[in-house]
């Protein structure tokens, strides 16, 4: 199994404006599970583009730590944030989420840890939520917030889409990441050692006739275009079916009877222990 994670849609432009957009799309939910509450001490694990870190740290007298691996991710998020006139709200570094880039002061330290979309692409998930939890204060929490792309349905469906989506799954474990890790993320806190408190959906669907619906389609085209070159590095499907497919979705985005059905996994747990004291 690969000992390194890998980030299958790239870093290109486009992949920035996709995940900038999801971003508006998924943060209002986020942020209302997460309540985060004036002065908390957030870490934001595989920060991305910096904007739900940002979003967070806009909370009166919130102190958000974000760590991202990606430098490219990293300076489009430090420039976005100077762009807002925000460059002090959120503390930015480069980092892996397996061994996090926090003094020894900090671990133990925070309220609040959370990640999304990050333990997905990682062949290794446990490592990075075990380091969460050690980051977080004895009565602290630790959010997860992934994928289980099994949850997908589309109506009427598209030609070719579900195929494509499967070819796409494939993408994961053929580097030895999993798919399907939003169904393991309870699991994935207890065998960390924290005691999971809650987990639910967020909802992240659409249907025509709403303001959304269109940005919704989009971002699914995207994600698929994205993992176009990963798809066919690894002989899966032909370029020809793959782009046909994409073309699909596009004009089913038009129908007035189109919709979306799809949730992101959401699990919370609290280290054990009493603030202030050693956790057993």
């Known amino acids: 199994m690969p000992e390194d994670s890998r980030y299958i849609h790239g870093v290109s432009p486009a992949e920035q404006g996709r995940l900038s957009t999801l971003n508006r799309l998924l ?3 986020s942020l209302r599970e997460l309540a985060v509450r004036a002065g908390d001490r957030v870490l934001e694990v595989g920060s991305g583009l910096g904007e739900l870190a940002r979003a967070m740290g806009r909370i009166s007298g919130v102190r958000v730590v974000a760590v991202e691996r990606s430098p490219e991710q ?5 420039r ?3 762009d807002a006139r925000e460059g002090g709200l959120v503390d930015f570094r480069e980092g892996d989420a397996r061994r996090l880039p926090l003094a ?4 133990g330290a925070f309220d609040v840890a959370h990640t999304r979309f990050l333990v997905e692409h990682l062949p290794d998930p446990l490592s990075a939520v075990a380091e969460m939890v050690r980051a977080v204060r004895p009565g602290g929490r630790i959010v997860l917030e992934d994928d289980d792309h ?3 349905r589309l109506w009427p469906e598209p030609p070719g889409l579900r195929t494509l989506w499967n070819a796409y799954v494939r993408t994961y474990d ?4 999993d798919p399907y890790v939003g169904r393991r993320l309870v699991s994935l806190l207890v065998s960390a050692g924290a005691r999971p408190v809650r987990n639910q959906w967020l909802f992240f669907g659409s249907c025509s006739g709403h303001a959304d619906f269109a940005t919704h389609a989009e971002n699914l085209a995207g994600v698929l275009e994205s993992s176009r070159a990963a798809i066919l590095e690894a002989e ?3 370029a020809a079916f793959i782009d046909r497919t994409i073309a699909e979705i596009r004009e089913w985005s038009r129908r007035p009877d189109a919709a979306i059905w799809y949730a ?3 699990a919370e747990g609290v280290k054990p222990g009493v603030s202030g004291a050693p956790a057993p």
């Open 27 to 29: 943060n209002p939910g």
């Open 74 to 78: 990293l300076a489009e998020a430090r």
């Open 80 to 82: 976005a944030a100077l």
């Open 104 to 107: 020894d002061s900090e671990r």
């Open 150 to 152: 099994d949850v997908l």
């Open 174 to 177: 053929r580097i030895g990441n």
């Open 236 to 238: 899966i499907l032909e």
């Open 264 to 266: 992101v996994c959401w």
